[in-house]
C-alpha cells in the first residue's frame, strides 16, 4: 500500500535509493527523482550504483555521486530500489539487510518473484517515475522537487518509447505537460536517450541487422548478437539495448526476437549464456513467451536469459513460439 511506503519515507532520516541491475533510464530516472524528492522532506537519500552508468544516461547524473559500495558501518533505516520485478534483477554487491534496513521495492511490472519487504507496484503505471511522482503527490510536496523533472521526466520518454506505447495515458501526457513546465528539457531528453548514436553503434545495428531472419510465415523475426560482432564492431553491451525494436518494426512481425550471447562468471565458472528480449507490435503477449523460458516483462515487452549457447536459445525459443504459431 501507498500508505505503508509513505510512512517509511516520513519516518526515516537515512535512505539508500537503488537501481536494477544494468540500470536503464526508468530505473535511474526514478531513483534520482526519489532521491531529490526524499531530499525535498529534509531527509538523507544516497544513491547506490555499483555499475557503470550507461553513457546515455550520465546527463541525468547532473553532479550527483553514487556508491559503489556502502563504508563499513554504515546503516540506513530502509533502502528503496526502483523498477524491478525479481530477486535476480537487484544490483551487484546489494548490502545485507542489517545494513538496509527494510527494502521497499517501487515499481511498475508484474512481480516474477518476491523481492523486498514492502512492495508497491503499480502495474497501471507506464513507468516507475509516473510511481514516483504519486509519491510526491503523497508526501504532500505542492509541486515537482528541484532536480527531479528531468530524470522522472527521461524515466517515462524511456519506458513509453518517447509517448508512443500503449502505456501513454492521456495522464501520462499530462504528467509530461507538468515535468516541461517544472523544468524538463525534452529535446535534451531524447537526444541523450534516443540519438547521439557513437559510430560503433552504428556499425554494430549493421552487424545485428544482417542476422534477421524470420520464422512461421514472417510473424516473427529474429536477430542475433554475438561477442564477435560485438568485439569487430568496436561496439559493447550497452550500445544492444534497443536493437530488438528494429525486429519488431519489419511489417507483418508480430513478435520482434533478439538473442544475445551473454558472458557469465561466477562460482561455476566463465561461460556464454543467452539473453533473449522480445518485443510484440501488439497482438501477440510477449511475457507468456518469456515467463515459459523462466523469464518475464510486460505484454508488449520481455526478456529471459538462458544458461545455454545462443544455438541451443534459439532452439527453445523457436520451441516455444510453435506452441503459438505452430
Ligand atoms: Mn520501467
Redo the contacts with the bound molecule.
Keep these: 500500500m501507498i500508505e505503508e511506503v509513505l510512512d517509511i519515507a516520513r519516518g526515516g532520516e537515512r535512505f539508500l535509493v537503488a537501481c536494477h541491475r544494468r540500470p ?1 533510464a ?2 535511474l530516472g526514478s531513483a534520482l527523482g526519489l532521491i531529490k524528492t526524499l531530499r525535498a522532506i529534509g531527509k538523507e537519500a544516497t544513491l547506490f550504483m555499483p555499475e557503470a552508468i550507461p553513457d546515455s544516461l550520465l546527463f541525468l547524473m547532473d553532479g550527483e555521486q553514487g556508491l559503489a559500495a556502502v563504508p563499513p558501518g554504515v546503516r540506513f533505516d530502509a533502502t528503496w530500489v526502483m ?1 524491478i520485478a525479481a530477486k535476480a534483477l537487484l544490483p551487484p554487491g546489494f548490502p545485507t539487510a542489517e545494513v538496509t534496513g527494510p527494502v521497499i521495492i517501487i515499481d ?2 508484474h512481480a516474477h518473484d518476491d523481492v523486498g519487504d514492502i512492495v508497491y507496484r503499480d502495474t497501471s503505471a507506464a ?2 517515475g509516473e510511481v514516483v511522482v504519486q509519491l510526491i503527490e503523497g508526501l504532500g510536496l505542492a509541486s515537482i522537487p528541484d532536480g527531479s523533472a528531468t530524470p522522472i521526466y527521461a524515466a517515462i520518454v524511456s ?1 513509453t518509447g518517447g509517448f508512443r506505447y500503449a502505456t501513454t495515458k492521456p495522464a501520462t501526457l499530462r504528467l509530461g505537460a507538468r515535468l516541461i513546465e517544472a523544468g524538463a528539457d525534452p529535446w535534451q531528453v531524447a537526444y541523450q536517450l534516443f540519438e547521439r548514436w557513437k559510430p560503433a553503434r552504428l556499425r554494430l545495428l549493421s552487424a545485428i541487422i544482417a542476422t534477421l531472419e524470420f520464422a512461421f510465415d514472417g510473424r516473427v523475426a529474429i536477430m542475433r548478437v554475438t561477442r564477435e560482432m560485438l568485439e569487430i564492431c568496436g561496439a559493447n553491451d550497452d550500445m544492444v539495448e534497443g536493437m530488438v525494436n528494429y525486429a519488431r518494426s519489419v511489417e507483418g512481425a508480430e513478435i520482434g526476437a533478439l538473442l544475445w550471447q551473454w558472458p557469465v562468471q561466477d562460482a561455476q565458472g566463465k561461460r556464454l549464456e543467452t539473453k533473449i528480449s522480445l518485443r510484440s507490435s501488439g497482438d501477440t503477449d510477449v511475457s507468456v513467451i518469456a515467463a515459459a523460458l523462466n523469464g518475464g516483462g510486460h505484454r508488449a515487452a520481455a526478456a529471459t536469459q538462458l544458461d545455454i549457447s545462443i544455438e541451443e536459445a534459439e532452439k527453445r525459443l523457436r520451441a516455444e513460439l510453435a506452441k503459438h504459431f505452430g
Design positions: 536503464d526508468d530505473s523498477d511498475h511490472h513507468a516507475t519506458d
